[in-house]
């Protein structure tokens, strides 16, 4: 069982940035694809980015291209979500995911960090 644990979420001006950290625990964090979605209220579940265990290769949501970069550090269980340039529109809550093959899954999710983006 893979628990994560996410912080970094606040209260940003549009154009500042954040720092998302996600700490996993309870498994081979190596051989896990992860994720971060991001939902806001009245909207559907985004995946924003995953980064692949192999190759550590990297998907991006067009809407964040650009100006959110992922990253992991598999001795740090820890996966990361630098957020540059923000707008109001990227406001939700960031939650990352876990899975073996197909992070559209999610097998394991944490609580998630609110990020709100004021204009």
């Known amino acids: 069982q893979v628990q994560l644990v996410e912080s970094g979420g606040g209260l940003v001006q549009a154009g500042g940035s954040l720092r998302l950290s996600c700490v996993a625990s309870?498994?081979?964090?190596?051989?896990?694809?992860m994720g971060w979605f991001r939902q806001a209220p009245g909207k559907e579940r985004e995946l924003v980015v995953s980064i692949r265990w192999i190759g550590g290769f990297t998907s991006y949501a067009d809407s964040v291209k650009g100006r959110f970069t992922v990253s992991r550090d598999n001795a740090k269980n820890t996966v990361y979500l630098q957020m540059s340039n923000l707008k109001p529109e990227d406001t939700a809550l960031y939650y990352c995911a876990a899975d073996t093959s197909n992070i559209f899954v999610a097998r394991y999710r944490g609580q998630g960090t609110q990020v709100t983006v004021s204009s």
């Open positions: 309870g498994g081979t964090f190596s051989r896990y694809d």
